[in-house]
């Protein structure tokens, strides 16, 4: 079972990576569709999901409600933030996404998933500097006179 995920929390994550919050009412944030809102941002409010643990839904709004979705699931899963954020939950609408804090295995399974990312950049990076250091090794041994049979 999860940890309590309270919406206050998601909010202020949310308002720190910038976005703003629309502070809509569970009823103002099922009228309508996600594009009737003049600016994009944000609003939050608490569920029950089927564990019955409490977990915040997160839904976008404006007319780039789908940009403004993107931006939520990529801060929230942030490493610092350490969310675990499900956009295909059954009950969700289009533009909403279920927060719950991560467990331990998805955090680790996800800091993996970046490292495998990083990996061919990193190798690219400590061959140019070995390139680099060779470069200017030879560079010193010419200055001092010395240079190489070929």
Same mark, same amino acid.
């Given at each position: 079972?999860?940890?309590?995920?309270? +919406?206050?929390?998601?909010?202020?994550?949310?308002?720190?990576?910038?976005?703003?919050?629309? *502070?809509?009412?569970?009823?103002? =944030?099922?009228?309508?569709?996600?594009?009737?809102?003049?600016?994009?941002?944000?609003?939050?409010?608490?569920?029950?999901?089927?564990?019955?643990?409490?977990?915040?839904? @997160?839904?976008?709004?404006?007319?780039?409600?789908?940009?403004?979705?993107?931006?939520?699931?990529?801060?929230? !899963?942030?490493?610092?933030?350490?969310?675990?954020?499900?956009?295909? @939950?059954?009950?969700?609408?289009? +533009? *909403?996404?279920?927060?719950?804090?991560?467990?331990?295995?998805?955090?680790?399974? /996800?800091?993996?998933? =970046? *490292?495998? /990312?990083?990996?061919?950049?990193?190798?690219?990076?400590?061959?140019?500097?070995?390139? *680099?250091?060779? @470069?200017?090794?030879?560079?010193?041994? !010419?200055?001092?006179?010395?240079?190489?049979?070929?």
């Amino acid at each position: 079972m999860s940890r309590t995920t309270r +919406n206050h929390t998601i909010r202020r994550h949310l308002v720190q990576g910038g976005l703003i919050d629309l *502070e809509l009412s569970k009823q103002a =944030q099922q009228a309508g569709g996600p594009a009737r809102h003049p600016v994009d941002g944000f609003s939050v409010r608490q569920h029950i999901d089927e564990a019955g643990t409490l977990v915040v839904i @997160a839904a976008a709004f404006g007319p780039d409600w789908f940009t403004t979705m993107r931006e939520v699931r990529h801060r929230l !899963e942030q490493p610092h933030v350490k969310c675990h954020v499900d956009g295909d @939950a059954p009950g969700l609408a289009d +533009n *909403e996404l279920l927060v719950r804090w991560a467990t331990s295995a998805e955090l680790r399974a /996800r800091a993996a998933a =970046q *490292e495998a /990312r990083q990996a061919p950049l990193e190798a690219l990076l400590r061959r140019q500097v070995a390139a *680099e250091r060779a @470069a200017e090794q030879r560079q010193e041994l !010419e200055d001092a006179g010395q240079s190489g049979l070929f």
